[in-house]
T-cell receptor
Framework: DSGVTQTPKHLITATGQRVTLRCSPR?????VYWYQQSLDQGLQFLIQ???????AKGNILERFSAQQFPDLHSELNLSSLELGDSALYFC?????????????FGPGTRLLVL | AQSVTQLGSHVSVSEGALVLLRCNYS??????LFWYVQYPNQGLQLLLK??????LVKGINGFEAEFKKSETSFHLTKPSAHMSDAAEYFC?????????????FGKGTKLSVIP
């Protein structure tokens, strides 16, 4: 158990809908990362937050957005969903978002768009 | 941009045999490298990481990796495979920009262990 929790574990929805994925980092970690794992794209970095502020953006679509709240949990919002958004979405956390730090991954949310 | 390449999307070994999973990096500066393992229907777990201290890094579950600058490699090895090692393994490098650091992953190598 990494200490990172993600809800829900599974999500099935329809095209055009909007969903919210939730992540709680390990106790004491200030940095949260979101990654997407799909069969065709592999594991890709989406976005990083540090202590409530956006730190970096990766291959995140404009239909996707995220935020980190004062209690440090984070939410990833996916809107106008398409079939191709079906994937496993991971959240990871680290202490300060620095280069040598280990990122601890949650169990993921499996999203299926029908 | 820093990247990693994992050679072999599938590797099969017999139980008790040597495990060798290959990873080569592309970086103009000394990289920070990681190996993660993903068991079926689970998240990623860190096996080990290289952060420019010792070139031979020991990790969990008997795995180790050696950083070889001359070969730009960071191959993962285990002397004797166990059935429980069957999983997908990802090599990753830290990429940075404007004060932020993210993991860039290889495409993964699925390890099968044959009894």
């Amino acid at each position: 158990d990494s200490g990172v929790t993600q809800t829900p574990k599974h999500l099935i929805t329809a095209t055009g809908q909007r969903v919210t994925l939730r992540c709680s980092p390990r106790s004491g970690d200030l940095s949260v990362y979101w990654y997407q794992q799909s069969l065709d794209q592999g594991l890709q970095f989406l976005i990083q937050y540090y202590n409530g502020e956006e730190r970096a953006k990766g291959n995140i679509l404009e239909r996707f957005s995220a935020q980190q709240f004062p209690d440090l949990h984070s939410e990833l919002n996916l809107s106008s969903l398409e079939l191709g958004d079906s994937a496993l979405y991971f959240c990871a956390s680290s202490v300060g978002g620095r280069d040598k730090e280990t990122q601890y991954f949650g169990p993921g949310t499996r999203l299926l768009v029908l | 941009a820093q990247s990693v390449t994992q050679l072999g999307s599938h590797v099969s070994v017999s139980e008790g045999a040597l495990v060798l999973l290959r990873c080569n990096y592309s970086s103009s500066v000394p990289p920070y490298l990681f190996w993660y393992v993903q068991y079926p229907n689970q998240g990623l777990q860190l096996l080990l990481k290289y952060t420019s201290a010792a070139t031979l890094v020991k990790g969990i579950n008997g795995f180790e990796a050696e950083f070889k600058k001359s070969e730009t490699s960071f191959h993962l090895t285990k002397p004797s495979a166990h059935m429980s090692d069957a999983a997908e393994y990802f090599c990753a490098v830290i990429t940075s920009g404007a004060g932020s650091y993210q993991l860039t992953f290889g495409k993964g190598t699925k390890l099968s262990v044959i009894p």
